[in-house]
């Protein structure tokens, strides 16, 4: 535990003490300059620049964590597997991004691309696998893949729901609230049916595919989860332990 609680009381330690200074220096610093300098943008950035560098020293924590507890203890299958989900994250993102078709995936695209980006730096901290390890370990069962089916399938609904909840069209379905109460309700009426056959047609399929991606990362660690912790028989490393002591 020891390794973990170095990187802990240091990083988490001053990302706490940013955080307070930020929180601290928003309420408190006002009242105690001109307002001149109240409305310079150097004032506005101190606190801004403090929490940005307490929560990068937080995800930066994350990193290490994570490393610590990983580093070449992930079976080859599913580190290329999460691998191959998160440059699939990235590349849909960029796509999303870019699309010339509709909006729709426009306003999305950009939250998947950072949450893969972020994926991408800290999937690539984590060692992989020494090329025997995966030897040491059994396959796959059925049982293990039908149970990380499952809990993938539980995550993409859930997120589903939940996005599809968050993002339901609602009045004045993004028209100015003038405009939206200068219609009659038969006006209102076809704008809301529009806007629903539009979220129903459109959004929420993209949301589907949205959610596949974090969900396919959840089936592969839940596969390996269910296996229970296989610890490798000694005797498969000791021809290259004897070997490395003659040499």
């Known amino acids: ?21 930020a929180y601290g220096f928003a309420n408190v610093a006002p009242s105690l300059v001109s307002e001149q300098v109240r409305n310079g943008v150097l004032f506005h950035a101190i606190p801004f620049f403090a929490a940005f560098v307490g929560i990068l020293l937080l995800f930066i924590l994350l990193i290490v964590l994570v490393a610590l507890r990983f580093n070449g203890k992930i079976p080859g299958r ?15 993102g960029v ?40 030897a040491t370990i059994p396959r796959l069962t059925t049982a293990q893949h ?41 006006r209102q009426a076809e704008v809301a049916a529009e806007a629903e056959q539009q979220f129903t047609s459109v959004e929420m ?18 596969r390996e989860l269910a296996g229970g912790r296989k610890t490798a028989p000694e005797t498969v490393y000791e021809p290259a332990a004897a070997s490395a002591g003659g040499d």
């Open 1 to 21: 535990m020891s390794r973990y609680f170095t990187p802990i009381k240091w990083l988490g330690g001053i990302a706490i003490l940013l955080f307070l200074f």
């Open 78 to 92: 599913t580190y290329k597997g999460m691998e191959y989900v998160i440059i699939g994250g990235i590349i849909f």
């Open 205 to 222: 399929p993209f949301l589907v595919v949205f959610n596949l991606f974090p969900a396919a990362a959840v089936y592969m660690v839940v």
């Open 95 to 134: 796509i999303c991004l870019f699309n010339p078709w509709n909006l729709v995936p426009y306003r999305y695209g950009f939250l998947l691309l950072l949450g893969s980006t972020l994926a991408f730096i800290l999937w690539s901290h984590v060692v992989p696998p020494r090329t025997d390890y995966d």
């Open 146 to 186: 039908v149970i990380g089916l499952a809990g993938g399938l539980l995550v993409l609904v859930t997120l589903t729901l939940a996005a599809i909840s968050a993002n339901a069209p609602q009045p004045p379905y993004g028209l100015r609230e003038r405009v939206w109460n200068s219609y009659n309700e038969e």
